[in-house]
């Protein structure tokens, strides 16, 4: 299941962790990434918390968690090559799994047709 949130993240969900990452819209819009800092594998976040940091040739910016949960797993081959995320930002661009709090809080997301409309 494909997720995303109005602030440009999108969830990729198998059972009750989440694959999260930016959008390529997102990617776009930043520019060529030169440095991410993502977050430790244990932190616990809340919805809208900042979890991972973005700097491009452009701007920095924040990586807000899409929903409560536990850090399980990061991508350290962005921090090592953030260009990745420009490339390939729904795959190998990932930033860090997230396990759900409440996985039904899912439903409060926008589902791929809504976030087309959003970005329109």
């Known amino acids: 299941m ?4 109005e602030e440009h993240e999108w969830l990729k ?6 694959t999260v990452g930016i959008t390529a819209h997102a990617a776009e819009q930043l520019g060529d990434l030169v440095f991410v800092e993502l977050p430790e594998v244990g932190a616990s976040f809340s919805k809208g918390d900042d979890a991972a940091t ?3 040739v452009k ?12 850090i399980t797993e990061v ?3 962005i921090t090592a ?3 990745l995320v420009n490339s390939d930002p729904m795959g190998a661009g990932w930033f860090f799994k997230l396990k759900l709090k409440n996985v039904s809080d899912l439903d409060d997301l926008l589902d791929e047709s809504g976030y087309k409309e959003l970005i329109g």
């Open 59 to 70: 701007a920095a910016s924040e990586v807000y968690c899409p929903l409560d949960g536990e």
């Open 2 to 5: 494909l997720k995303f949130t």
């Open 13 to 18: 969900v198998e059972g009750d962790v989440a």
């Open 54 to 56: 973005v700097e491009s």
């Open 81 to 83: 090559d953030p260009a």
């Open 75 to 77: 991508n350290e081959a």
